[in-house]
């Protein structure tokens, strides 16, 4: 690990100041459960690090009538045991598929959100983008991206959070540059698919911050997430899926499908929600809305399964949002 | 001399019965020093720098700017320019610093020019691998009833002979089944720590070696083994790869010495993975024969896989098909160069593979004929070939009479592929059966006896992990009638007399020989003394409860105490030892074998395949302690469903680089992958007569083939390559539906 | 062809929630009560550390001790080094094997993935509290039911199994096989750790 700076403000504004504008230089640190490992390997090697755990204002979780505001720094267990947060049963169980109690305890909702990539490329030090995506399309891709992935980024998106937050319509909290600079946007305006080094996976300057995760009322929004997972623990997940859902007289209304690991951002399918609009959720239209979600797959060499593995993800998410059996495990 | 012995069944007091670990609580409370926990004053951390590439030859070196680095004291290079790197991660150079931040601070400054070589790392594609120029293929080995005569061409004669017999046969089955390459992925990586006392070092060395390691240091330090001490009281995982000092333990005691400073140097998780060993691949293409009830009549396959740069390690055609021996016989073995790191044993080296590239072909004779998988494994048994193996098919199918009840084999089987599917999910049962050698291994100790009553035993042995220490402490207060706790267990280090490496399954037997020895001689000066003071034959004495007495008279006798305190001044030493001979030894034996059944659930919509019940049948010889001898078995059984299901090497095919070095992408099971699993020890008289036969590998080797076979059952489509991962069921479903 | 940029715009109305920009007095109370970590509250700018050493407090097993580490320094490091407890494992360096499981503030943490510095006024709770002469009764299922081969993982587990038990002591099996997947193991030994933490359950022995 490189030597660096630290700092631990207690104050929104003092992170901003500590932060430089020049990317790779400043990090934050928020649960450490990806930065310290990425800086031993010496893979991010920042001149400094500001622990953003000791602002007060960046953490909890608060619910009044405009939805559930979670801090940046809540621990993912946190968010959990939190009744608050009963209503948004996508949320806890993709939380609860992060199967380990450490991870849970340490992670926080921020950092799950700014993640970086599990691309083993990117890991082992031959950047994001990895020879503009040749050594990825010519070499072990089993686990990379199935959509958006025509461009030099064929990794997929870490966060195991940003399907289901993403489905109830999230929004996000942005500070910074300036002590006075506040943004806020839905958290679908936040991923971005980079297209140099230089770009991270999101908008965010490297010297602004996401202090809050805003949820809207649910409102008569049903939800849920399915993750295909290989096995037990905290291992990312093949592919992941999660669906809100809003009916009316058995049919649906309003329809929000989202994957998660196929593409280099979480992949909103507005042709898998058009799938659902105006008809009844069952087994049929299920199958019809994974169907619709994967028509513009465009799978790597060796990831071909992958495709089959999200119809069926959204399918079940889609059931299980509408309190229907999804058969599997 | 004493006749050594066992207990007669049903008299033992400890032997046989479930004993806790003595060395338990260290372990569970964080006591128990590794290698990687030794601490010394002053002391270094050094880290190694592996090559990025996988085949390339170094051009030049460049250590100044690591020099300069805060922290940083000691960088040596450790391969010259010009060297060829053959496997990514390969030793360049070693830096030591006063944190492990610093050392991987020096390491990424240190500048290297390569020059780029071909690579080659496709294990599985033979044709490739052929047409690299990295096959070398080896001359197959042919069994059958009709030998060519003189005038015969060999080749036509043979193409002829199994032409015929593959006609004659009711069922024909041609398959293609395989394992990749996996690592060892020991949680303690290899390494020591290392310090100098004057001229003399002792390393603590993490290592399943203790008393064969010594002179590894001494060579290239230009001292001897007697200025050596390798210390190792706990080692944390050696699976078969931790047998050598190694570059990177020599070049730690190089650096101590040059800086006056100990050292630890413990591998990187990455090179842990890269350069510390892995299990050989194997990949087969079979082509088999059997009559209507599934008896195979012929056998006819090549295979292939790696150990990486070198030919030697590959799986040999001798284990070819596994366990069974078919009639007739054509098996060729096909070794691949490649340019990955190169393999070490693995625990019982080439059982696995072999056993999942052919008991696979088994099963789909019995899937093919659309019979029972049980009834054609019973069918194929093999006939008793060696002494040792006198009673091997009755044993065999002892074990599947006991394996089938425990799952209930009968009851819950389907024809392969007609089970009753519930939505996506469907249950399939399979077996699959081993074979392990187990010999005990050249063991010294010393028992020394105290005048107070103190017991102590000496030997250069180590735990691995099946409980040594404990397991020696059973077997001296055994025979000296004393409690476990009466007897204080000295392992880990070279100055104790020599006991043989770990490895082979040979560690139990091997320290119940020289402890065993050791202690009836020991019994017998004692009985001696006492005999001369009760005024009675030494033969009419037992050591029971803690005296020493006429047998079945506790009231003629001493307490244990009394009979020491007639040594005198001078404890008694007695040298127990047991050295391999031609002769069999009345205390251990050779030749164990075991069999599994395995229940899985697959999600045919998902490609996840679920542990639902395992059976292990094992039989061992005699056992000493009933509890961690089970435990090897839960472990084997549990690694095995990991290779079964989860973990592989994965290269990247164009720049050879291995990609899924780091914990969290080599995937191992976890606790909630595996199941519950049923253990059973088989111990009927005939195997406790033969004494301790070893057990750390045996079990390991039938995981692969059972769930492999359990899979078939249920899906009714062979995944034919492990591990059975979504991908590979999914597109093996695929390919049965097209 | 993005798929998901055509999904409709839905912007909730969270601009009007006042939010804490950390000026106020609110926030600087907030702040006390909670504890000011590195930073001092009384002054006007955060201190900035490192990276050299510098002198830190660390609460281990209910004992202080003044530390000098480099804020690079891990917690892993720091009680491995430093303090010489070395019960808590380096498996990994990503929290993915659980062997440097420790207890902070009552939750249970891979000592690897945090930083020292990070741990100040923080309650520290390694595997070496659980023995000495009065050993926890997990750590004494585990030896009971053999819930160790090698023996490297199992500190780690012990520790994530007392952690997991004080918040589930009725825990079935089903919840343990469950929610004990954060411990990687080579040995094999999940089976015996199941048994180990049903035997707790059951009132131990």
Redesign the interface.
Known sequence: ??????????????VL??LSAEPGTTEI?A????L??L????IITP???V?I?????LGGIERDS??V?IGAVT?L?DILESPDLDDYPALKQAIRCI?????Q??GTIGGELCQRP?C??F???DGLLAQAGR?VA???N?YHAI??N?GPAKFVHASRLAPALLAV?A?V?IIGPGPED?T?M?L??FFRTPRHERQREHVLEPNQLL??I?L?PVDGFTSASYE????????YP?VAAAAALRTTGGLVTQA?V?MGHVAP???????A?EALLGRPVNEATARAAGEAALV?ATPLS??G?KV??AR?AVQRAVLLAAGL?T??? | MAQYSWPKRGTASLIGTEQDRIDGLPKATGMAKYAYDINAPEMLFAKLLGSPHAHCRIKSIDTSAAEKVRGVKAVKTMKEPGNEIRWQGDHIACVAAESEGAAAEGVAAIKVDYELLDVFVNEEDLEAAERAGRAQPLKPDIKTPNEPGDDDDEDEFYNMEFDRLFSEAAVVVEGYYGVPVISHMCLEPHGSTCEWNSDKLLAHLSTQNVSGTASQFGDPLGITADDVTVHCDYIGGGFGSKFAADAWGVIAAQIAKETGRPVKLMLDRDLELKIAGIRPSGFIKVKAGADSEGKVTVWDSRHWGTAGPGAPGNVGHGIIPYVFNPPSIRRQQIPILTDTGPHRAWRAPGHPQACAMSQTAYDDIAAKLGIDSYDVFLRNLPKPSTPEQAHRDEIYRGEMEVAARLMDWKAKWHPHGKGNAKGSIVTGLGMALHTWGGSAHNSTCIIKVHPDGGVETFLGSQDLGPGTRTVIAMVVAETFGLPISAVKVNIGSSRYPASGPSGGSTTVGGVSESNRRGSQDALEQLFALVAKKLQVEPASLEAKKGRIQVQGEPSKGLSWKEACSLLGMKPLEVQGKYERGAEPSPLSSIQVGGVQMAEVAVDRDTGVVKMKKYVAVQDMGLIINRKTAASQIYGAVIMGIAYALFEERIMDPKTGAYVNCETGDYKLARLGDVGEIVVELYEPDSEYKRGVVGLGEPPVISPGAAISNAVANALGVRVPVLPLTPKRVLEALEEGRA | MQDHEHLERHQPGFSRRAFLRGSGAAAAATALATGPGVAEADEQKTKVVGPGPTKIKLTVNGKPHDLEVEPRMTLLEALRYKLDLTGAKPVSDDGSSGASTVIIDGKPLSAESTLAIDCVNKKIQTVESLGGSKPDPVAKAFVHQDAMQCGFCTPGFVVAVRHFLDKHPKATEAEIRAGLNGNLCRCGTYANVIMAALEVVKGGK
């Open positions: 690990m490189k030597a660096f700076e630290y700092a631990a403000p207690l104050y929104e504004a003092d100041e500590l640190l649960g450490g459960t990806d310290i490992g800086m031993k390997k010496m001149d400094r690090v622990n755990k000791e602002v007060a204002s405009l939805g505001t621990t267990d199967n380990s109690p450490q991870i305890a340490q599990r083993w490329y890991r082992q030090g050594l010519e070499g072990e089993r959509l958006g025509l319509e929004s909290r506040e806020i839905p679908a305006d202090t809050h805003l809207p295909v997972r290989h096995g037990e623990g905290p291992d093949l929000n989202v951002v979480p992949w909103l399918s507005a042709s929600a513009s060796g990831n399964y089959k593995l069926v059996e058969g599997g495990f």
